[in-house]
């Protein structure tokens, strides 16, 4: 359990979330109440909200810190994993610059159209879309509330008191979005849809789908990293990359139930990549890219 | 609108050498962060690709309410760190502290907040930071610069857990009152 504050805990249940939020962005709460809380922020714009007003208050102070020479093979890295993401993408000519690219015109812009028309702001339909993330936005387009610190009359009392309980008295964090890996027990007509292959095009993980569910088998002996979790991901054609799942290995295994077999159609490129423990905060790749195949 | 925010919106519209250009104007800030949370350099480096890869994806997702650009990816680049580092077994995390950073701590030399205060361009900045007391100044330093949670604290400073969460919490009560007024 994470107790946010001491024996002098605040009497009033919206002042204690007020106090998660801070602790929240100062970074004093634990793993599990981190994720409880980034849960119910999510849900929760006024949480939301106190957080981004903690951020501001405080995510400034980082400037304090002496800047550090950062190593070139860093950005060489970073590109070429965008020149992965955007070949599964099936687009080679996202990344072409537009003509005068290499300008960039900061007088001419309103403030305004950060929030506005930042996202159509891009060309419809071109190859560039595709790479890019159209998850939904958190808080976006929310005008900044002059008056938020003004009494919560945003949230009902009950309210902050069962979220600030939730948070800091919750023994279990809560359940992910990511589809679920599921053991499938009910025996179903299958076929081997796909082989991944790393880089060097050795063939990584065989993918078997059995009704709606992937049975994925590792050749291979990658070790995932303790504190990260592979995610599959399905591309077709142009479109942005669908999550098909966490995958957790067991024994080298690991089974996914797909809720959307027509992300499983010929053709398709199935890839798997490397992201934070229970996947890409995001909802598309944010991570390596290590195995791709074509559904066949 | 800054500099920084037309790069978002260049970016937004997939534009790389804008990319870069934030990168380049921007890195080297967040490199500090992740390396002062992190400890170790591969760690902060693989932080910083994350950071960056995210930031293509979501460029159209910064809002003003998150503060300025560089305020934003602070925010997501320490959010990545302390992930981690929650994440982290826990003899990780003492052999990261004891490997890199026991000693750095004992000195003020290291202490970003120290060094705030006679830093004239942080001068409203530093204003703040000097109505917290020593306690509270290192506490807040602690957390904030090193991911320390409550208990981590207490345990640095050898002091009872309840002492760590009080001064912590009254510097973060001081530091809202008087942020307000700048």
């Known amino acids: 359990m994470t107790t946010p504050t001491t024996g002098q805990q605040p009497d009033d249940p919206k002042d204690l979330l007020n106090v998660i939020a801070a602790q929240y962005v100062l970074g004093t709460l634990s ?66 610059q537009p003509e005068n690219a290499g300008v960039v015109d900061t007088s001419t812009t309103d403030t305004s159209l950060i929030n506005t028309n930042a996202a159509s702001a ?96 590792q050749i291979n002996n990658y070790q995932v990293p303790s504190d990260r979790d592979l ?54 790749p944010t991570g390596s890219v290590l195995y791709t195949g074509k559904v066949v | 609108m800054t500099d920084e925010q037309a790069l978002l919106l260049q970016i937004g519209q997939g534009n790389r050498i804008a990319f870069r250009q934030l990168y380049d104007q921007t890195s080297p800030q967040l490199f500090a962060i992740a390396l002062r949370l992190m400890k170790k350099q591969d760690m902060a480096e ?65 202490d970003p907040l120290a060094h705030a205060m006679q830093a004239d361009h942080q001068a409203l900045l530093s204003m703040c930071m000097q109505g917290l007391d020593d306690q509270q100044r290192q506490c807040v330093s602690l957390a904030f610069f090193d991911g320390m949670t409550h208990q981590q604290v207490a345990s640095h400073l050898t002091v009872p857990l309840g002492s760590a969460k009080t001064w912590i919490r009254r510097g973060l009560d001081f530091l809202k009152k008087c942020m307000e007024r700048l």
Not at chain 1, 172 to 177: D, G, I, M
Request: hydrophobic residues 40%; aromatic residues 6%.
């Open chain 1, 31 to 96: 793993n599990s109440a981190r994720l409880r809380f980034q849960t119910l922020m999510q849900q929760q714009p006024a949480l939301r909200q106190l957080t981004h007003a903690w951020e501001r208050r405080l995510n400034p102070l980082a400037s304090l810190l002496e800047p550090q020479d950062v190593p070139a093979h860093v950005w060489q890295q970073i590109e070429a994993k965008l020149d992965i993401l955007n070949q599964l993408s099936g687009n080679h000519s996202a990344m072409s």
């Open chain 1, 122 to 217: 891009k060309p419809l339909n071109t190859p560039t879309d595709n790479s890019k993330n159209t998850a939904k936005s958190e808080g976006q387009n929310q005008a900044v509330n002059d008056s938020f610190w003004q009494p919560w009359a945003w949230v009902s009392t009950a309210i902050a008191a069962s979220l600030a309980l939730f948070i800091v008295f919750k023994p279990q964090p809560l359940p992910f979005t990511q589809p679920p890996v599921v053991v499938q027990t009910q025996p179903a007509p299958s076929r081997d849809i796909a082989v991944l292959s790393d880089d060097n095009k050795q063939p990584a993980w065989i993918v078997r789908q059995q009704g709606n569910a992937l049975l994925l088998s």
């Open chain 1, 231 to 284: 995610e599959l991901w399905s591309i077709q054609g142009n479109a942005v990359p669908q999550s098909l799942g966490v995958v957790r290995i067991q024994q080298g295994k690991a089974v996914l139930s797909v809720a959307q077999t027509r992300l499983l159609v010929d053709d398709a490129i199935l890839a798997i990549s490397l992201e934070p423990k229970n996947g890409s905060p995001t909802g598309q």
């Open chain 2, 46 to 110: 693989e932080i910083l690709q994350e950071v960056f890869l995210t930031l293509w994806h979501v460029s159209d997702q910064y809002n003003i309410e998150r503060g300025s650009v560089r305020t934003w990816l602070s925010t997501i680049t320490r959010n990545r760190c302390i992930d981690r580092i929650r994440r982290l077994p826990a003899e990780q995390v003492l052999l990261l502290n004891e490997e890199t950073m026991l000693s750095e701590m004992a000195s003020d030399h290291n």
